[in-house]
């Protein structure tokens, strides 16, 4: 899984010089929280929702409706955008951009390739894409089999019971607990009972999962 496949390839950009008033009727249209600040094809910042709140005054300030307005028409992102902007490869795979985020604790990664930004991908698409992996929504029914000793050929043993029962698997995913890995089956069937029970007689231990 690449950054490029969860990213979201159309970007809304400012350019520096862009005032405040503008960046954030630019958000609200597009039901965003960041823009990439673009000098010609270079990204030279970043502007996000927090900052802008940041670089306002406070509710305490006594500043009229008419001089905060004015503020946002005179202030331009250049002057408080952050230049310090972490950035992911469009080839990377979706692990490190979720390690990046996590390691700088920020919420969005502008995606480059060959040192021109081709997209931006946030927390929320890493969630879409998360659904995405798992099936979530799709027809059919969930299950875990718990493998308290791993070995060669475990999931290809899954596999045969599933299939001598005419049963394929569309998503699989798995959990380590220290020695204990759990594998999360998604299974084209409509019930999770003789799914489980196919299973349980071919030896694996199964922990049943509510399908709500």
Same mark, same amino acid.
Not at 25 to 48: A, E, F, W, Y
């Given at each position: 899984?690449?950054?490029?496949?969860?990213?979201?390839?159309?970007?809304?950009?400012?350019?520096?010089?862009?005032?405040?008033?503008?960046?954030?009727?630019?958000?609200?249209?597009?039901?965003?929280?960041?823009?990439?600040?673009?000098?010609?094809?270079?990204?030279?910042?970043?502007?996000?929702?927090?900052?802008?709140?940041?670089?306002?005054?406070?509710?305490?300030?006594?500043?009229?409706?008419?001089?905060?307005?004015?503020?946002?028409?005179?202030?331009?992102?250049?002057?408080?955008?952050?230049?310090?902007?972490?950035?992911?490869?469009?080839?990377?795979?979706?692990?490190?951009?979720?390690?990046?985020?996590?390691?700088?604790? =920020?919420?969005?990664?502008? *995606?480059?390739?060959?040192? +021109? !930004?081709?997209? /931006?991908?946030?927390?929320?698409?890493? #969630?879409? @894409?998360?659904?995405?992996?798992?099936?979530?929504?799709?027809?059919? =029914?969930?299950?875990?089999? *718990?493998?308290?000793?791993? +070995? !060669?050929?475990? /999931?290809?043993?899954?596999?045969?019971? #599933?299939? @001598?029962?005419?049963?394929?698997?569309?998503?699989?995913?798995?959990?380590?607990?220290?020695?204990?890995?759990?594998?999360?089956?998604? !299974?084209?069937?409509?019930?999770?009972?003789?799914?489980?029970?196919?299973?349980?007689?071919?030896?694996?231990?199964?922990?049943?999962?509510?399908?709500?």
């Amino acid at each position: 899984m690449s950054v490029a496949d969860y990213m979201t390839a159309h970007l809304v950009v400012v350019n520096p010089k862009t005032t405040i008033s503008v960046a954030v009727d630019l958000m609200k249209k597009n039901s965003i929280h960041r823009l990439p600040v673009m000098d010609g094809n270079q990204m030279v910042g970043l502007i996000t929702h927090g900052i802008i709140q940041r670089a306002l005054p406070s509710q305490a300030t006594s500043l009229s409706v008419y001089e905060l307005n004015y503020l946002l028409n005179k202030t331009t992102v250049d002057q408080i955008m952050t230049t310090e902007v972490q950035t992911v490869a469009a080839d990377a795979q979706l692990e490190a951009a979720i390690a990046t985020m996590r390691r700088h604790k =920020i919420g969005v990664l502008p *995606v480059m390739n060959d040192h +021109q !930004v081709v997209g /931006i991908i946030t927390n929320n698409d890493i #969630l879409d @894409a998360f659904l995405n992996i798992t099936g979530y929504g799709e027809p059919g =029914i969930v299950t875990r089999v *718990v493998i308290h000793h791993d +070995q !060669v050929g475990v /999931i290809f043993a899954i596999s045969k019971v #599933l299939a @001598a029962n005419d049963l394929s698997i569309q998503t699989l995913m798995v959990v380590n607990h220290q020695a204990t890995k759990i594998i999360e089956l998604h !299974v084209n069937s409509e019930l999770a009972e003789p799914v489980n029970q196919a299973l349980i007689a071919a030896g694996f231990d199964v922990q049943p999962v509510s399908q709500h």
